[in-house]
């Protein structure tokens, strides 16, 4: 949901995914187009638990919560870190919605769900009689797990009942180059999950694409907030906590985050009002957002 960014908080839903060992150049198995379903190299540690577990909605903005809203796909994730995303299905669909078999019934959940992951380059982990597990994998483990159910209460034919996905930043650039998200770099070198840290064009729909925004979450060193890049003076004065500037000297006691994108790098101090992102120019500074400000 890239076009609906609030202040405190960019709500973002992006879900990616690779297949290891299927013949592409970067061995993920991830094509432009093609099959949603592929042969691809059997995992070494498949997932053996149940293909169901009980799921529920959780009125709650939480790993916890995504953990029991997404039942036994959830389980089938090997993530890195925190799962990022899932649920249960719509629940509900129309006679003719749902597919004759496992495959069209993950291609239901493209149509029904419109999830933002790649359409093409899963493969079958598990069979059941009623549900299939459907992984999509990077280096042999589950980034994203899709679990299709047949005839479920009020959904004939084979469809969606429950999926999930690791953070964006675990699937490889292949993918996540196309999305609307922008996924930085740790001191290492490594890709650093979207929920730390990340940047993106304001929406269209505002006019305010000329901006760019900054998301830090936990990780990020300013406790989840949100700033602005904005030269052109897009966005409305009173949502900002100051006036963007793009020439200033960096204040003594910066701290580097290590964290890059590109040229830029991005730098905090003890207050968390501004970021300040070193670029191969000089050194901006990106004030905060005000809470309850936004475009929606």
């Not at 995914?17 to 198995?29: F, L, M, N, R, S």
């Not at 019934?105 to 380059?121: N, T």
């Not at 996924?183 to 730390?196: A, F, L, Q, S």
């Amino acid at each position: 949901m890239r076009d609906r960014i609030i202040a405190g908080a960019v709500v973002v839903a992006a879900v990616a995914v690779t297949v290891a060992g299927c013949g592409t150049e970067d061995g993920t198995g991830v094509r432009d187009g093609g099959d949603a379903v592929i042969t691809g190299t059997p995992p070494a540690t498949p997932y053996d638990g149940p293909l169901y577990v009980p799921h529920r909605a959780v009125d709650e903005d939480s790993v916890r919560a995504i953990r029991i809203e997404s039942g036994a796909a959830g389980r089938a994730l090997e993530c890195d870190g925190d799962i990022y995303s899932g649920g249960g299905g719509p629940g509900a669909w129309s006679e003719g919605d749902g597919g004759g078999t496992p495959e069209e019934g993950l291609e239901a959940y493209f149509e029904i769900e419109q999830p933002d992951v790649p359409k093409d380059g899963y493969r079958v982990e598990r069979e059941e009689k009623d549900r299939v597990l459907f992984s999509y994998d990077v280096e042999g483990r589950t980034k994203v797990a899709v679990i299709v159910a047949k005839d479920q209460r009020n959904a004939p034919g084979w469809g969606p009942e429950t999926s999930a996905s690791c953070d964006p930043a675990e699937l490889p650039a292949s993918f996540t180059d196309s999305q609307w998200y922008e996924i930085w770099t740790d001191e290492k070198g490594d890709r650093v999950p979207i929920t730390e840290v990340t940047t993106s064009e304001g929406p269209e729909h505002c006019d305010w694409q000329k901006a760019h925004f900054l998301q830090t979450g936990p990780g990020g060193g300013a406790d989840d907030r949100l700033y602005v890049r904005d030269p052109d003076r897009v966005l409305p004065r009173q949502m900002l906590t100051s006036a963007y500037d793009g020439d200033v000297t960096m204040p003594r006691g910066a701290r580097d985050t290590g964290y890059r994108l590109h040229d830029w790098e991005l730098w905090f101090t003890g207050d968390k009002s501004k970021a300040y992102v070193r670029t191969a120019d000089g050194v901006e500074a990106w004030p905060a957002v005000k809470e309850g400000t936004g475009c929606a």
